[in-house]
């Protein structure tokens, strides 16, 4: 299984959850349940996520094969 770093990622650029959810379109409770592994991205939700951190989706994936 895939950890989604989204947590990680967040933080270094300096973003709180709030501006995240503006960015990307996402909800803060689903970008939350996110971080906390509560749940399972959506294709469509990393896809926002991705281009509203300006990043790929395999940025947010903690993978050995990056």
Known sequence: ?????????????GLKLEAVAVMTGVSKSTLNNIENGKTSPTL????KIAKGLG???????????K
Not at 5 to 12: D, K, P, S
Not at 44 to 47: G, I, K, Q
Not at 55 to 65: A, G, K, M, N, V
Request: proline share 0%; aromatic share 10%.
């Open 44 to 47: 469509v939700n990393l896809e």
């Open 55 to 65: 990043c790929r989706i395999s940025d947010l994936y903690d993978s050995e094969y």
């Open 1 to 13: 299984m895939l950890k989604v770093n989204l947590w990680e990622v967040r933080t270094a650029k």
